[in-house]
């Protein structure tokens, strides 16, 4: 005989069997998503940081963003006008840039798809001289066929058939 459990996983299945993955409120607190993702990053980054390597890159990277700032923050405040007129020209010289691209992107849209078309129209002339050139030279071996047929003093399938309808509807001359 089996002891009775409080929470018997087997009776509990039985009793509800699409909730299998629910978990059972154990008074512990829940972690959500963003959390346990932010606890994931941090756990990364303290095992890539066991390696001797990986600090110093981590180091060196770190005093290097950290000068970058603050030589950017000193020239800010040395002369944030200026700066601040230097940003202005350089997104206007950008806008332009872009601009210019955007135009001949667009014109290099337009000469494809004028040059598709241009494609378009002579595969439609290729296809209509290939037709054409089938025809002519299915003509051309019907021709050769019935030079040969005259060469050798055979009837055409043509006459034949003519020639066989006339002898089945004339009757027989003695």
């Not at 941090?42 to 890539?48: E, F, P, R, S, T």
């Amino acid at each position: 005989m089996e002891p009775k459990l409080e929470h018997d996983p087997k009776v509990e299945q039985t009793a509800n069997p699409n909730r299998q993955f629910d978990q059972l409120d154990g008074g512990s607190p829940k972690i959500n998503v963003v959390t346990g993702m932010l606890l994931g990053a941090l756990v990364g980054g303290l095992l890539a940081l066991l390696s001797s390597s990986n600090r110093e890159q981590t180091k060196q990277s770190l005093s290097n963003a950290k000068s970058s700032v603050g030589g950017i923050v000193n020239e800010v405040k040395q002369d944030p006008a200026g700066k601040a007129s230097q940003v202005i020209e350089q997104v206007k010289s950008a806008s332009s840039k872009i601009q210019e691209v955007s135009t001949d992107v667009q014109n290099v849209y337009e000469k494809v798809v004028g040059e598709v078309d241009t494609v378009k129209q002579d595969v439609n002339q290729i296809v209509e001289t290939a037709q054409e050139a089938k025809s002519d030279l299915q003509d051309i071996g019907e021709k050769v066929v019935e030079a040969k047929d005259t060469a050798l003093g055979q009837e055409t399938p043509s006459n034949d058939s003519s020639a066989n309808h006339e002898k089945t509807q004339s009757p027989p001359t003695t």
